[in-house]
């Protein structure tokens, strides 16, 4: 790593970035290197709406280091649409899952949670997410049936 000095702060560049307060992040973006950028990269795929993202974010509000604000940016919206997908499809397969655990039709699940086959068979693909409170009564509906 560069040798990069944090100011003020009680962190170090060599502790973990989820250590380090708003100032210290801004010090990479501004100062630091290859090295120290990317460790915030691997917080903020790790955990695209954490505080690590957060701070990056709110430290690039005011501040633009040239072409890392950019790179930072990009980063930050390719693991939050990562994760988004990687939600769906989750989301999806619990879909299909439930499906299968009531032993209903596709058609008659449907009817029984208020829609219609092809757009639970949207949710059961993934193309479209069902609301919370519809997948709720997914559940309800498998144990239901189940029982």
């Given amino acids: 790593m560069s040798s990069l000095a944090f100011r ?9 970035v989820s250590a380090w307060p708003i100032e210290a992040i801004q010090a990479a ?3 630091g290197g290859l090295s120290h950028w990317r460790k915030l990269t691997a917080a903020i795929r790790a955990q695209p709406w954490g505080p690590v993202s957060r701070r990056v974010e709110e430290v690039l509000s005011h501040s633009r280091p040239y ?4 790179a930072m940016e990009r980063s930050i919206s390719a693991a939050r ?3 988004e997908e990687m939600e769906r499809h989750l989301v ?11 032993g209903l039709s596709r058609t008659r699940f449907a009817t029984r949670i208020g829609t219609s086959a ?6 059961a693909t993934g193309k479209v997410t069902p609301s919370a409170a519809l997948l709720l009564r997914m559940r309800r509906a498998a144990e239901e049936a189940g029982d």
């Fill in 8 to 16: 003020n702060v009680r962190a170090s560049p060599n502790d973990p």
């Fill in 29 to 31: 973006l501004e100062r």
């Fill in 67 to 70: 072409g890392v604000a950019e």
């Fill in 81 to 83: 649409r990562e994760a």
């Fill in 92 to 102: 999806a397969e619990e879909v299909k899952g439930l499906i299968e655990r009531s």
């Fill in 118 to 123: 092809s757009r639970l068979s949207t949710y």
